[in-house]
């Protein structure tokens, strides 16, 4: 199934716990539930944004298959969790998703993106080599389970689509 075959919504309070559900199931340290509740809250200029099968709208996990958080705050953008679950995976939804997100991004005002992402994860580290991100520093034993250390980066010049 492709993007296209999915609802791209701004995620609800009714959505918080689907989220904390496929965080659990994509990352070996995930965020508790309060902190989606926190970022679902926070709204404008950032997002919460969710893909999710148009006929699975109801029940615990409410059809979500990927999700983008992020806030703006002047001129940036900083992406604070993606995630798509793992039978999900492999379809370019977390690069749909981010595109889209970026975008958004931007016509908000941000004109660079900034994100932390495990060393050691090759798939996410390829994802946004592809979309643009560049090395920006490194943040020493950043993640547990397993410590890990994490790589800031970075993409200049986002620009609002016309």
């Not at 959505?15 to 539930?33: K, N, Q, T």
């Not at 006929?55 to 958080?69: I, L, N, P, T």
């Not at 090395?135 to 010049?157: F, I, N, Q, S, T």
Request: one cysteine or more.
């Amino acid at each position: 199934m492709s993007p296209h075959a999915l609802w791209l919504e701004r995620a609800g309070p009714e959505d918080v716990s689907a989220l904390a559900a496929v965080e659990a199931a994509c990352f070996s340290h995930p965020w508790p539930r309060q902190h989606f509740a926190q970022e679902v809250a926070y709204g404008a200029p950032g997002a919460v944004l969710v893909l999710r099968s148009p006929a699975a709208r109801e029940g615990a996990a409410k059809g979500v298959h990927a999700y983008c958080v992020y806030r703006v705050v002047v001129d940036e953008m900083l992406i604070l969790d993606v995630a798509v679950t793992p039978d999900w995976r492999r379809r370019g939804l977390a690069a749909w998703l981010l595109r889209f997100a970026l975008a958004k991004a931007a016509r908000a005002g941000a004109r660079r993106a900034l994100l932390e992402v495990r060393r050691g994860n090759a798939p996410a580290l390829a994802l946004y080599q592809k979309l643009g991100f560049r090395p920006g520093g490194v943040r020493r034993d950043y993640y547990r389970e397993p410590r890990e250390d994490a790589l800031v980066l970075c993409r200049e010049g986002l620009v609002a689509a016309s």
